[in-house]
């Protein structure tokens, strides 16, 4: 295992140089790889300070192609970021070559403080602090070069790789670049916002309206007041486009290769849209007569409108994508015949299945016992509905939410939810809770259903026990335990259990040579989505469980990524920006108890909601999203924290 000779990182001083105890800290004890694919890792070098590996790094060298790197991400929005680090990049160069003079590595010295101490944003005020640091604990290894012979250089080979991130964009699944799209609103520049958020996927309109955002809760504005509102900024560049013109989108060159997706859901839609660009001919096999998977039969339209799903999903389709709707797989076609006509595929088949409760009752065919997933999906494709005037919902989800919310607006007189959990334990994003509490839903928290009453073969009650919370379980969370002899029954005419999604992967069969888990999911490589048949991906839910929609999209731009690189050159390997994630993982990119030193007090742009009797009429959207000034003033709250980590290998 990798020994850490010396670390300055979040500013914890470890020197163990000229340590020979063996006691030194291992790379492991920070989170780090010994390696970067096939190379040893010698030192990392980013905002938070300085790990040395490698007691024969040359520092200097590092530190210098550490400010060549910040050079090169500079924006040039302030003049002491872009013009200091340039300053110092430029006499670390004359150091590292043996010219330069004590009165250099004073300048050095200078400019890194006022660097650090005067820039608009975050690139800037954290270069430095490397620099200051290897200055001060490595002060030898300089000065033997101002002292050392003219025109030498240290001549030993290094690898230097970098990548820029930032606490929000790390946060995101898919690494879209928040800072950049963010700040291109902030200039109005709409377009150019949306075309960053494009770069990762073409769902910039549901992205905004149906994402988790894990982002904000990676926004170091939280230390200030409250995060940025990321979601609805990327919301407000959709709608501002939608709203003045649609976009051109036009088919690349198709030279590539026959490329087949199953699921049409967010991963295999954000599979097609990456390949197509990079050039392949694409065929998406759907089993439902719609686009969008969950998407489309899973999230109520008055929290995804169709018109902005179906308008992203015609965009993908105009780049050559080709979708095949009602063809399920295993029936219509098989995985083996996939593997035969396409040269990769990728599986991205969602979770249409509930999980079951464990009830007495519930698997014996009563009418009035409606699976979430089912309802939802009967809901969303205009099947007829007949639920009765009382039901109860089973969970604390989103999906929870959206039944129960959903059944308001089909008029049902009485919404009950019973959750066997307290209250601050739902996993239901807070706002879905909130506004179900405004439209009317009845919350039962620490109720647990034990058993489906029916009558003549129809739902009449459900009996449920009162629980109380125990000890904490594998979650972290108390365990709810039933309390003896507080058993009761709710009339109801139908029970809706949305406590989780179960997928079918019966279509993988023995001769594919796709491997399925214990757990009923594909195994597949994290990194790479490669599964154990070579040319044959998967990602999503299929192989998460159910999953964030963000967390899918990021699943398919990975896929794709290595799909390309299969499909080019045979083989898949971890590409240098995948190696690079790997530190950030370990070291972590956002710090919840770093106190940023910003202005505090500025208000969140909150996006306006339609009135709860407006709202519950209907199916209509209930945001309504940012106003062109509110965007603005959002923008505006960004602390743009871009980071830069440089490994030596």
Known sequence: MGKVVFSSWQRFIKDNRGDSSGKQVEASELNLPDSLGQEKLKAVIGWDGLVIMDPEVDVVKATKAYFEKVQEESCGRCIPCRVGTGMIARRLERIDRGEGTEDDLEAVKKWGNLVKDTSLCELGQTAPVPLLDALEHYSEEFASKVEGEKGKSSDQDYNFRSIMTAPCLHGCPAHVNIPHYVGCVKDSCFEDSLATIREKTMLAGVLGRVCVHPCEEN????????????RNVKRFVYDFETEGKKEDIVETPKDGEKVAVVGAGPAGLNAAYQLALKGHRVTIYEALPVGGGMLAVGIPSYRLPREVLNQEIELIKKLGVEIKYNQRIGKDITLDELKQNYKAVFIGAGMHESANMGVDGEDKGY???????????????????????KIAVVGGGNVAMDCARSAIRLGVKEVNLLYRRSREQMPAHEAEVMEAEEEGVRFHMLTNPTRIIEENGKVKAVECVRMELGEPDSSGRRRPVPVEGSEFELDVDTVI?????????????????????????????????????????????????PSTVIEAVAAGYQAAKYMDQYLRGGKVTPDEEDLMEQIIDGLGAYDPQEIPEAPAGQKREKSELAEVQERIKGFDQVERGLSNSAALREAERCLRCYRLLLAVT
């Open 219 to 230: 926004c170091r504005r939280n230390q200030l007041d409250e995060p940025v509102s990321i």
């Open 367 to 389: 009418r009035g016992f409606i699976p979430g997933v089912k309802y939802l999906r009967d809901l969303s494709l205009g099947n007829e509905l007949d639920i009765g005037e």
């Open 497 to 545: 259990p949305a406590i989780g999604q179960v997928g079918e992967f019966e279509f993988v069969s023995e001769t594919s040579g796709v491997k399925v888990s214990d757990r009923g999911r594909i195994e597949a490589d994290p990194v790479t989505m490669e599964t154990s048949a070579p040319g044959v991906f998967a990602g999503g839910d299929a192989v998460l469980g």
